[in-house]
């Protein structure tokens, strides 16, 4: 099942459930796999990979990198209540839609 949701690229989030080690912690989402119900948020869940030697990087080695995380267990943040909160739409008077915390109305972003 698709958990639906309104969260998108660059915006930041709260772990709400999950491995302990996260929990509670915010970050920036970099990117959404919609039809997997996941998502990968910076320093989120990471581990440890062992590279290959490219040309980029030629010693190779070990790197730091994101794993996905289930969308369920992430909220958009709401920067006023300092909290994971659901979130509205809205249309304003110029046309624009933003998206809005529904406990304290504050607008996060566009949608
Ligand atoms: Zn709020």
Redesign the pocket.
Known sequence: MQAKTRIKKEDIVIATSGKERFARKTGRVLKIFPEKGRAIVEGFNLAKRHMRPTQKNPKGGIVQREGSINLSNIMLY?P??QRG?RVGNRLLTDGTKVRY?R????VIGKT
């Open positions: 709401c006023r209540c909160t915390c406990k304290c109305e504050e």
